[in-house]
């Protein structure tokens, strides 16, 4: 990061900032307690962003390509979102960087342990996490992941992006993790080698990702996923959750509210 | 006794001058072959594995023999911390023109060049790039050893020559 920016982001730290938002033009910002907050600093220009990408890759796009095409990319617990002018050709997809929103991890140890005791009474079953657009969703599965672990759950965890089980997180002591691979690869991975008793995912968002979702229900093991949504209307207005929510693939729906700094979990039974 | 031994020291001096001099060339060759051949596992792991160039200037340092060379994957393995403060193309530019001094001007720009390259996205020209530039580097060092070939008997035949004037003119 540039000097001028972590000097500016210095006196934050205390605010525990959830992304810092750099959009070409425009003063860096960092986005905190639901909103985003300009940064006593100099406005970003495109140069700022690809130093930025620069050091999150090694400067070695050529091997981030993939990821950036998609929108994204992930380095250790951080993953920064890209923005800018698409271009068909190979490479990054991008002909111009104009916004980058780096994503800034927090482990809330505790956050979760009531809601774990709510979603364990009567058993485990099929659960559903949501909330819009960076409401905790991640951070929600990840604490779910390492405390039903340790519980002695047998979790198979698919890591589509590296971005759960990145070095700094603990994931428990009976998690297996498959990344770098699809949601279907890697639960039909994780079905056949480590016969676990519960799969999480995070964000089931695309077709493949429901036909994975699909072919794992009825094999007998829990499921555990975050998705995109407000709340549960919204998810009926997409045609693949409307199949899925209308099969009783899940029993149970985990609601994310954001108040303030902190976040609530409303667990609501679908059955 | 004592002019005899004063002009063969003379002699002796210009013609280990004259080997110092073909040495430096000898080893100026072997300096630019050896940066050509880590330029060439370059483009292997980057067309192969993708590497990222970290752990390429990484490996390169650990099995490159020739200190010159050596320094400067050192150098860009050191710098690459500075990423994000600088841009790679500027590091890679400061790292050329620090340790690669063994090259002519004309290769030092050929290889500066290839700074803006290796930041792009696409595997493909990064490749290329580098080949192109082995390539020259190859040819340079093949003028060096045929220069070589050519003038060694002419560089120790004229300074033995200056030698030998120079004792005419003492004695």
């Excluded at chain 1, 995912?201 to 829990?222: K, L, M, R, W």
């Excluded at chain 2, 490749?127 to 340079?140: I, N, T």
């Excluded at chain 2, 050519?150 to 030698?163: C, E, M, P, V, Y």
Aim: net charge positive; proline share 3%; charged share 25%.
């Amino acid at each position: 990061m540039p000097a001028e920016l972590v000097q500016a982001m210095e006196r934050y730290k205390g605010f525990l900032p959830e992304e810092i938002r750099l959009r070409c033009g425009h003063r860096p910002a960092l986005f905190y307690a639901g909103e985003e907050h300009p940064l006593e600093a100099m406005p970003i220009n495109e140069e700022t962003l690809v130093r930025i990408l620069q050091r999150a890759t090694g400067a070695s796009l050529y091997q981030a390509s993939a990821a950036l095409r998609e929108g994204y990319y992930c380095t250790g617990s951080l993953r920064i979102g890209v923005c800018g002018q698409t271009t068909a050709g190979r490479g990054t997809g991008f002909a111009h960087f104009s916004s980058l929103a780096v994503r800034l991890p927090h482990e809330c140890r505790g956050a979760c342990d009531t809601l774990k005791k709510e979603l364990t009474r009567g058993g485990f079953r099929n659960t559903l996490i949501l909330s819009p657009p960076g409401g905790g969703k991640t951070t929600a599965l990840r604490n779910l992941i390492r405390l039903l672990s340790n519980d002695g759950m047998r979790i198979g965890v698919i890591d589509e992006r590296g971005e759960l089980s990145a070095d700094v997180y603990d994931l428990g002591r009976c998690s297996d993790v498959v990344s770098g691979t699809n949601k279907l690869s890697g639960a039909l991975l994780l079905l056949r080698s480590m016969a676990p008793q519960l799969i999480a995912a995070d964000e089931i968002t695309a077709p493949e990702d429901i036909a994975a979702i699909e072919e794992i229900v009825g094999c007998g093991t829990s499921l555990l996923v975050t998705a995109h949504g407000k709340n549960l209307a919204d998810l009926n207005t997409r045609d693949s959750y409307r199949r899925l929510m209308n099969r009783g693939v899940f029993q149970r729906a985990v609601l994310i509210h954001t108040r303030g700094n902190k976040r609530h979990y409303e667990v609501r039974s679908l059955v | 006794m004592r002019k005899m031994l004063g002009a063969v020291l003379i002699l002796l001096a210009s013609v280990y001058g004259a080997y110092l001099l073909l040495l430096r060339q000898r080893e100026r060759r072997k300096d630019i072959l050896a940066l050509q051949s880590s330029l060439l596992i370059l483009k292997r792991e980057l067309k192969e594995r993708l590497t990222p160039l970290k752990e390429c200037f990484e490996l390169l340092q650990q099995r490159e023999k020739r200190e010159n060379v050596k320094a400067f994957y050192q150098q860009l393995v050191a710098g690459m911390t500075s990423l994000g403060v600088k841009r790679f193309s500027a590091l890679w530019h400061q790292t050329v023109t620090d340790t690669l001094t063994f090259l002519g001007s004309q290769q030092t720009e050929r290889v500066c060049s290839l700074g803006t390259v290796l930041e792009g996205a696409d595997a493909e020209p990064l490749c290329e790039a580098l080949e192109s530039v082995a390539l020259d580097l190859g040819a340079c060092a093949r003028t060096i050893e045929e220069k070589q070939r050519d003038n060694t008997r002419l560089a120790f035949g004229i300074s033995f020559s200056l030698g030998a004037l120079f004792i005419i003119m003492l004695i």
